[in-house]
């Protein structure tokens, strides 16, 4: 089945109380369209159309930047969903096949739940997505005779009786288009919103002898985010569904409810994560990897037998490949680590490309910026790297090759170089013993002027 997706995502989302549009807060650090994106995605379709209104540009952006393919149409005002999805009409023109309407505001949409409306749309001309709920509050709710969907009624205009329906709107919805736009043709908008309304569809639909019905998922998934503690009870579903994803797939989570992830975090099989650990976005943690306590990962790929921490930064763009071990207080960005390195200790590598099994001694710093550019640091395989290194980029320590600790480099040392940049050490034979008779001897003729007798 050709299917287009069509994502509602014009309102400013007045509820939020921001002066960003309510699609573009973040979920799992990404908006919240990105979710929506994300979710249709997955139902690999033709044609991808997200309507943009306020902060146009920034939203058709961050759509675009998602995939070059997505097509952004504006809805000048904001009048309603069923006026927000006719945008689309001319854009769709040439297109044969279904449309699945989903809002940039339901951000936690489970594929399977598509597919599932998807299949019922065999036998029914329209499917919505629908759900129980013990506290509806405001979403519309579905009117049912038996499995057939009569009519949705929005809160605002529901009577007594229908409000207590407890079967509700999550807003998604499929339609062979050019039925869905013949029938949002026929919406009106004569109700206490004065909006025309997607959910009127169905009773026009109704009216014609269509075949409506409902498919019900679990509420958790269609929670529609109006308003900042909805976005805060979104980001506690959607990381308590990341953390029972990973564990599913056999990551080890020693305290899940510690570990936070970003929308696009992918954990493997027998990866351990310990407590109180944050990523970012961008981070793939392979098979049996650790990320210990308190680090803080975005942009990188960790492959299989790495540690990472206690008390690391990753930041973008880092590759650890099999076996390195990052240890506590080091900050790696833009670093390529080959297999079995080591950085064991307070160190900041950037812009570097580290040798296989190189030893990254404590205290060494990749000088990687000269207040202008930044410059790239090239270690060689098994080098030595002594304690307290400044690598002044650009340079280049080759293969097997050994700094002095304290060592300033600021030019390339060839393979099995050592090199040794450092005053020289001078050694008084009983200095030691002079110095603390003199001191001993100063302090018994003018006690008083002792530190430690002073207050
Ligand atoms: C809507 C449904 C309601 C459902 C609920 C589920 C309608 C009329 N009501 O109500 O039945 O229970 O979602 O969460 O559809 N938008 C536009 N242009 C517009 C208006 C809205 O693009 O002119 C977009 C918004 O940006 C948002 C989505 O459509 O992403 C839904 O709009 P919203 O105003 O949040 O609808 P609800 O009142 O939540
Ligand atoms: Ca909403």
């Not at 096949?97 to 998807?118: F, N």
Request: charged share 20%.
């Amino acid at each position: 089945m050709n299917i287009a997706v069509v994502i509602l995502a014009a309102g400013k989302g007045d509820r939020m109380e921001s002066a960003i549009p309510k699609v573009m807060h973040p979920l799992g650090q990404a908006p919240l369209l990105i979710h929506a994106l994300r979710a249709g995605q997955a139902l690999n379709p033709a044609r991808t159309i997200v309507v943009t209104g306020h902060d146009a540009e920034n939203v058709a952006h961050t759509a675009r930047q998602f995939h070059h393919s997505v097509e952004c149409i504006r809805q000048a005002e904001q009048l309603g969903t069923g006026h927000a999805v006719a945008q689309a009409r001319n854009t769709l023109s040439n297109f044969d096949g279904d449309v699945v309407v989903l809002y940039a505001d339901t951000p936690l949409i489970c594929p399977e739940s598509l597919q599932r409306m998807i299949e019922a749309r065999a036998q029914h001309d329209v499917v919505v997505l629908g759900f129980h709920s013990h506290e509806p509050s405001k979403y519309g709710r579905l009117v049912m005779a038996g499995h057939s969907l009569e009519r949705i009624v929005e809160y605002k205009d529901a009577n007594t009786h229908e409000k207590s329906i407890t079967y509700c709107n999550s807003g998604l919805l499929v339609c062979e288009k050019d039925r869905l736009f013949e029938l949002i043709e026929d919406v009106e908008n004569t109700n206490a919103a004065n909006e025309y309304y997607l959910t009127d569809i169905i009773a026009q639909a109704r009216s014609r002898g269509l075949r409506c019905t409902a498919v019900t998922c679990a509420e958790d998934e269609v929670l529609g985010i109006n308003n900042r503690e909805e976005l805060g009870k979104a980001e506690r579903l959607f990381q308590s569904q990341k953390r029972s994803n990973a564990a599913q797939k056999g990551a080890l989570l020693i305290a899940p409810d510690t570990v936070f992830f970003s929308f696009d975090t992918e954990i493997e099989h027998d990866a351990v994560i310990e407590p109180y650990v944050v990523f970012g976005p961008g981070v793939t943690v392979q098979s049996g990897a650790t990320i210990r306590s308190f680090s803080h990962v975005e942009g990188a790929e960790i492959r299989p037998g790495c540690t990472v921490g206690p008390y690391a930064r990753i930041r973008s763009h880092t590759t650890l490949n099999d076996n390195v071990r990052i240890g506590n207080f080091v900050e790696l960005k833009n670093a390529e680590i080959a297999r079995d390195a080591k950085i064991n200790h307070l160190s900041y590598i950037g812009d570097a490309n580290i040798g296989e099994a190189a030893n990254i001694g404590a205290g060494t710093i990749t000088c990687n910026y000269d207040g202008v550019m930044k410059h790239h640091t090239i270690i060689g395989k098994e080098a030595f790297i002594g304690s307290n290194t400044m690598l002044v980029a650009p340079v280049e320590v080759g293969d097997n090759a050994i700094t002095a600790s304290n060592t300033v480099v600021t030019r390339n040392v060839e393979p099995d170089a050592l090199a040794i940049g450092r005053s020289k050490l001078t050694v008084h034979k009983n200095g030691a013993r002079k110095l603390r008779n003199r001191l001993i001897a100063k302090h018994h003729k003018h006690p008083t002027q002792s530190n430690e007798c002073a207050e």
